[in-house]
């Protein structure tokens, strides 16, 4: 059984820095992987999404990196602002018709 | 639309009503789904549609949770006899086509308070 699991659970840093988040899960025969922004009350985002046959996506200040065979995944945000505080999500499937597996998510606060 | 429209946003019931949720999905898409977020959890699968396809109900975690979803657009979950473990924000979201790119696109979530 696929389990996702992100560290750290909450992050705050100030404003301007450049930061990671860490993503980790079991099966690494995964399809994709998702990053996803949820803010408060609100529903999720797509970030960044990676095909299992790629090493990077990048967005803006957004660099979402895939490691299949660690297991691992980071998501890299540069220069921080405020307006990036927010609970970020990591996802993947193990195929293309399977739901997505959810991490707990990184809980992120910038601060002016 | 342009996004997927879900309804209501906020619904308060009291144990042991029935309420039924609506996903509304982006036009075009052929896959749905639904989660379940409560607080302080991940996001918990509930159910998957793909096209004309069999659902895939492997994440309901009673009998007391049903979806349908009508003309391969629309899609409503209903839960009958509602507990307080219920309440949660219920999320739909929905893919052009889970084997192509997988990308989900997500609604706001429906808030269920079970009193």
């Known amino acids: 059984k696929q389990e996702v699991t992100q560290i750290p659970a909450a992050l705050s840093v100030p404003e301007g820095e450049n930061l990671v988040l860490n993503c980790s899960f079991t099966d690494s025969a995964i399809y994709n992987l998702q990053w996803f922004r949820q803010d408060p009350g609100k529903g999720l985002t797509s970030l960044l999404l990676?095909?299992?046959?790629?090493r990077e996506q990048t967005s803006g200040r957004l660099n979402a990196s895939l490691d299949k065979s660690s297991g691992r995944s980071t998501l890299y945000i540069a220069a921080s602002q405020p307006g990036d505080s927010a609970t970020y999500l990591c996802a993947v499937t193990n195929s293309g018709n399977t739901p997505l597996v959810f991490g707990k998510g990184t809980r992120l606060s910038v601060i002016a | 639309g342009a996004g997927v429209s879900q309804s209501p946003s906020n619904k308060v019931t009291e144990k042991g009503k029935d309420v039924e949720l609506r996903c509304d999905p982006i036009?075009?898409?052929?896959?749905l789904y639904w989660y379940r977020q409560s607080l302080g959890q991940g996001l918990e699968f509930l159910i998957y549609?793909?096209?004309?396809?069999?659902?895939?109900k492997s994440g309901l975690p009673s009998d007391r949770f049903s979806a349908e979803r009508t003309g391969g657009s629309v899609s409503t979950l209903t839960i009958q006899r509602t507990q307080q473990e219920d309440s949660a924000v219920y999320l739909c979201?929905?893919?052009?086509?889970?084997?192509?790119?997988?990308?989900?696109?997500f609604g706001e979530g429906s808030r269920l308070t079970v009193l």
């Open positions: 549609f793909q096209g004309n396809s069999a659902p895939d």
């Open positions: 979201a929905s893919s052009w086509d889970a084997a192509n790119t997988g990308e989900l696109f």
């Open positions: 990676i095909q299992s046959s790629q």
């Open positions: 036009s075009g898409h052929t896959a």
